[in-house]
């Protein structure tokens, strides 16, 4: 067995006890803490930033396709399901899904109230699986095999509340245009987001019934929206889909149209990123710390082994070895702790949040390995290389003075 690394155990925690054995717990106690907050941080951001992208995604894709517009209006200008880009998308290995929309602005009346949305329709091809988890109360749309219209509506409970609307009521929703048209729908589904680009405005209809309204073709919608299978690459997918659009179609990337959500999302990298940082400083000073202490405590054991003739760098090895495993026993606790935490929120959604504030109902969890396995390397690598910084004194160390030192 290698010396250093058997004297190490000898003086280890378990096998010392008073002043010595205090110091190890701290040691052990201070990195597992370290740990497992910087675990709970980075799984509590991801959950985060996935669950508000989500709610993004499942209203408009991660990208739009539609014709090239002068205009800033919500109305659409038509574009063909016959094109190439559409009748062929199944051959584009990056496209997960697509599905059509139109835009067209009303006003939807309560029995007291007038509210100025935004119908959105959809058809047959809607991904209800990624909506699903924002649909509250109520179902979706049951589209009529004939293709004629379906007078059924989802609003937002944001819309409902205002408007005193509840599951089964009939609306009449206006529209603005030359003659001046109206629809009356029934509400079917009650959806809620958190997010005020969703809630305060948009409502969910059929496609067929802004056809009508429009005299457009069965074959013609306002755009498509595009799902690819990669979200995490969505701005490395956004060229390669330009070069397989109609030439008179354009892209909409949905983490530039909604920029302001997304830019916020990445500041909360930063944010966490800081916290990384003074989480390090305070375990590898901790170390530090810890491993000067354990030399001055076994200054005498120093000499001794020198009158005995070991090297600086074998009785260095000694300390480095007591770190590690000090470090290693920290680091299975932390990560016992930190996803011990994490798995029960993940399963119980014990810890709530305000919606209004945060835009969810409870605290949520990512399960990202490859941060948690970065984390624990990063912790690993700089609490070890700071071991051989105290670990230099013992050069210095005389051992006449040592075996007399009190």
Known sequence: MNLSYF??????????????????????????????????????????KEVVANKVFAFTGHYQVHKFSS????????????????????????????????FKPGLLKGDDEVQGVLLKGIGPDFDSVAFQPALHEGRLINFNEDGSAANEVLL?????????LGLGDKVIMYFVQDPPRYRRFEVVGIYETYLEDFDDKMVLGDIQT????????????????????????????????????DYD?????????????????????????????????VAAFNMVSILFILIMERTQMIGMLKSMGSSNRQIRRIFVWNGIRII???????????????????????????????????V???????????????????????????????????PIKAIRFD
């Open 328 to 362: 290693g026993r920290g680091t299975l606790l932390g990560n016992a702790i930190g996803l011990g935490l994490c798995a029960f929120q993940y399963w119980t959604q014990a810890l709530t949040l305000d919606p209004e504030n945060y835009y969810m109902t409870y």
């Open 210 to 245: 802004i056809r009508n309204l429009n005299g457009w073709n069965p074959d013609q919608v306002g755009g498509f929206e595009v799902f690819i299978n990669d979200p995490k690459q969505i701005n490395e997918f956004e060229e390669a889909l330009y070069d397989k659009i």
């Open 156 to 164: 937002s409970r944001k819309i409902a509340n205002k408007l005193l």
């Open 71 to 102: 205009h800033n209006g919500y109305e659409d200008i038509p574009s063909s399901k016959n094109s190439q880009f559409y009748t062929n998308y199944k051959d584009y290995g990056f496209v997960k899904h697509i599905q059509e929309y139109a």
């Open 249 to 281: 179609l354009k892209v909409d990337n949905s983490t530039i149209k909604f920029i302001q959500i997304f830019d916020w999302l990445k500041l909360l990298n930063n944010n966490v990123y800081v916290f990384l940082a003074l989480i390090l400083f």
């Open 7 to 48: 004297i190490a155990k000898r003086i280890s925690f378990k096998r010392t006890g008073g002043f010595t054995g205090t110091i190890h717990g701290i040691a052990v106690a201070s990195i597992a803490i370290g740990l497992s907050i910087l675990i709970i941080a980075f799984l509590i951001q991801g959950g985060f």
């Open 364 to 398: 949520p969890i990512e399960w990202n390995w490859p941060v948690i396995i970065a984390l624990n390397c990063i912790v690993l690598v700089v609490t070890t290389l700071v071991l051989f910084i105290p670990a230099m004194l013992i050069s210095n160390v005389q």
